[in-house]
């Protein structure tokens, strides 16, 4: 009987057919290392989504930030002079700017001044096309905001109904007259004139209040003499527009801050909006603006 032995040969190829199996060890640490690279790019793949997420975030509150400051300010170099006041709760939770807004503006010919009362005031303009409006105000030397808004400061009269029949009959379509109303049951009577013999016809008053973490604007609640915190207007705007959201502003940071004109400078209204990103990204947006407002009478 033959004996069959096994060549060096072959013995090397089952050895080699029995090594190409995996072991349990082996299958083990290869999902370990799977699991671990896994692990770091989930991680690393997290942290980029949260970065552009938080940084779309800043985006967004930068954007409505800026669109709120141009707002404000655009609106305010529009005031009427000396219309400008400010008031704040005690926490700083409500901070209110109201203004009223220029509608036009020219030189009178003719003033109703005190002793002299009547229901007219001759007036010269550059806009031939214009016609005051039934209920709107019309300011001679405002130095103060109560000049405006109280009318029994003497300073500033109602337009009244029937302006139709005003024309002063001189041929000029540029001069004109203004029918006012009475004050306190008396024809009107201007305490004092101007030294540029100029005034002003106001719009209805406008405020900017932060009230909460919203800035709104409030228009169409009439003139008052003390000032609203904040208005109410008519519906259906009655709790005013949204500008902007996401102001913190803290228990000492004031909304809206005025400084009085001097001799030398224009009165300044200091704006300090503290805004908070949706997402918690640990940084805040710090707007300090200053608005220079116009006190030329």
Sequence with gaps: ????????????????????????????????LLGILATGLTSYLRIGATMVVDATAVQQTLQQSRFALERVVRELRGAVPNSVRVQNSADNSVSCVEFTPLVQ???????????????WIGITTFNSGWTA???????????????????????TGVVAENQNAMDDGDGNANTRRIRLDN??????????????????????????????????????YGFNVAQPMPPVPPPPSGLGDVIATGLTNQ??????????????????????WRFSPARDVGQDLFFNHEVHISNVP
Aim: hydrophobic share 40%; with cysteine.
């Design 133 to 155: 409006q039934t209920g709107q105000r019309l300011s001679v030397y405002p130095t103060a905001a109560d000049h405006i808004y109280d009318l029994t400061q003497a300073r």
């Design 183 to 220: 004050i306190s049951g008396e024809l009107m009577a201007y305490i004092t004139e101007s030294p540029q013999k100029r005034f002003y016809l106001l719009d209805s008053p406008v405020s900017f209040c932060l009230v909460g973490q919203q800035l709104r604007r409030y228009s169409g």
């Design 1 to 32: 009987m033959r004996r069959l032995l096994q060549s060096p040969q072959q013995i090397t190829g089952q050895l080699k057919k029995s090594q190409l199996g995996v072991t349990l060890v082996e299958l083990v640490v290869v999902i370990l």
């Design 251 to 272: 228990s000492d940071e004031p909304a809206f801050l005025l400084k009085a004109a001097v001799l030398n400078r224009n009165a300044v209204l200091h704006l300090f």
């Design 105 to 119: 503006s020219g030189v009178y010919r003719d003033l109703p001044l005190y002793p002299d009362r009547r229901n």
